[in-house]
């Protein structure tokens, strides 16, 4: 039949008839009230999936997290600037650990294996209080120092104080709370966090990062090492930054003194390829470096997540490279083995340990530490502590004779809490006790008193010519104390030491600023 006849037109209204009326409301508009509903509830699903694998994936960097006791020796507390304002020191370890399979391949000797681990790169990372300036400090693995006894918190072990060692040795005491320790007992210097690397961890942290460029000044095979490099500069990543981080024999003369320059070339060139780079910015490599980061790190229990771990990142995103100095400490051949160890060299050591102990600038380019202009500038990020409260007024002038107080030697050497007893005797304080050894060897010289006895404290501070910054206000101390630091070796009045300005590095220190591109020097034995 043709579609014009009538019965054709009656099926065909039947048929629109017996159409589903829903079908029929899919076609009518739909209402603005709906839309809004169904894209909320879109959102909120879509919010709620991305918070549940943002959760879970926080959940799982945090388990890569391995971590321990900061340090096995009390380190007291950190000094603030005018402002309370606290300085930032981390202490950065590489070890030589061979215990894996994968650390195995990347270099040593299957003897190493189940063996003494050790530090073989330890570099201080110190910010200062008002986080506008840094600087790297570097002691050579073979620096002859007193490790003193630790105890790992973990197993109960004690490991006795260990004379005239290698410091490299102090990680094999019980692991980095032992490392971190001895650095105190030699520098004075309060640390706050430290962060281990082994093998492995360095290449995959220079994977993650994109490769980091250096340069050498001629052509190098270090057999021991295994890097090979033509002259010139190259982005080394993965086993070949290990291999240049590793290498000892290939520069410079063939030490570990030299080597401790090289690992600075390449952490503020990673430094500048960092901030260069984009790699802060950029999502997806920020990903890659938190796991490789999470995955490579041994850190104290103070930085036990990634939340903390983003907190001390953001007190650092400042620094500017003009603003960092790397040195590696002074030092001077061990008269007990002049060919294979080393010593902090006397008096320039010491001066560049003070400037990092007072906060003072390595560089000259800013202004001295706590001034009004280097407070302003520190990070919102970052709030300061409040500053400490002010001491009580003395309640009435003390006499010589009325002071009582205990002198202990915690400097090291022989007799010096009797030679000042006899000396603060002799000068009226008749009341003054030798205490002897004090429990633990400290740096700096101290002077504690109760709130009662700060009239007589600061007697006794005036005939030694102890610095007010010495004086400590104790709520345990039942009478004044003084403790003999190594910074107070001989003598009955504390010697007069000027405050170092501002870059005023001891020559004898090799330094290089963050902003400056070195090229390494190739030993001439390993040339090609």
């Given amino acids: 039949m043709s579609s014009n006849q ?167 005491h019980g692991g980095p709370g032992c490392t971190v320790y001895t650095w105190h007992q030699l520098t004075g210097i309060h640390i706050d966090h430290y962060m281990m690397v082994d093998f492995g961890g360095v290449v995959s942290m220079a994977d993650a990062v994109g490769g980091v460029p250096v340069c050498t000044l001629g052509n190098v095979a270090d057999p021991y090492s295994h890097l090979r490099l033509t002259r010139g500069t190259h982005v080394v ?66 930085l036990d997540s990634v939340g903390r771990l983003a907190g001390l990142a953001d007190q650092l995103k400042g620094l500017q490279p003009d603003r960092l100095t790397t040195v590696t400490m002074p030092y001077a051949e061990d008269p007990s083995n002049p060919r294979a160890w080393v010593i902090p060299m006397p008096g320039d050591a010491e001066r560049l340990f003070s400037m990092v102990r007072g906060d003072i600038p390595l560089d000259a380019h800013g202004a001295p530490a706590g001034t009004a202009s280097a407070s302003a500038s520190v990070s919102a990020s970052a709030p300061a502590s409040p500053p400490p409260a002010p001491s009580a007024a ?43 050894n004090a429990p633990e060897h400290q740096h700096s010289t101290t002077l504690s008193y109760p709130s009662a006895d700060l009239a007589g404290a600061q007697l006794v501070a005036r005939a030694l010519h102890l610095p007010a910054a010495d004086l400590h206000e104790s709520a345990t101390a039942a009478q004044p104390l003084l403790v003999v630091g190594s910074d107070w070796p001989t003598g009955s009045t504390f010697p007069a030491v000027a405050t170092p300005s501002a870059g005023a590095v001891p020559t004898t220190a090799a330094q290089q600023s963050g902003d400056q591109s070195k090229c390494a020097k190739v030993n001439p034995v390993y040339a090609w």
């Fill in 6 to 172: 009538p019965g054709s037109n009656q099926t065909g209204n039947r048929r629109r008839r017996a159409e589903p009326q829903g079908r029929r409301r899919r076609c009518r508009p739909e209402r603005p009230q709906v839309r809004i509903r169904r894209i909320a509830l879109g959102c909120a699903l879509l919010l709620l999936i991305g918070t549940g694998c943002a959760w879970g994936y926080v959940q799982y960097l945090d388990s890569n997290i391995k971590h321990g006791a900061l340090s096995f020796g009390d380190q007291g507390a950190a000094s603030q600037d005018a402002f309370g304002h606290t300085p930032l020191n981390i202490l950065m370890i590489g070890s030589d650990t061979r215990d894996t399979a994968a650390d195995l391949s990347l270099g040593g000797a299957r003897a190493s294996v189940g063996g003494p681990v050790h530090a073989d790169v330890e570099i201080l990372l110190h910010v200062s209080a008002d986080r506008s300036n840094a600087s790297l400090i570097s002691i050579p693995r073979d620096t002859m120092v007193d490790i003193p006894a630790c105890t790992d918190p973990a197993t109960g072990k004690t490991y006795p104080e260990s004379p005239h060692e290698q410091i490299t040795d102090s990680l094999s």
């Fill in 237 to 302: 990543k993965g086993v070949q930054a290990l291999e240049w981080l590793r290498t000892r024999h290939g520069f410079g003369d063939g030490s570990d003194l030299y080597r401790t320059q090289v690992q600075h070339m390449y952490l503020t060139s990673l430094l500048r390829q960092l901030r260069s780079a984009g790699t802060l910015t950029d999502p997806g490599r920020i990903l890659s470096l938190a796991d490789a980061a999470t995955k490579a790190l041994t850190v104290d229990d103070g």
């Fill in 394 to 436: 003395p309640a009435a002038p003390a006499v010589p004779a009325e002071v009582h107080l205990t002198v202990q030697n915690g400097s090291g050497i022989a007799g010096r809490a009797t030679a000042l007893t006899s000396a603060l005797r002799a000068k009226g304080f008749t009341r003054t006790r030798n205490g002897l």
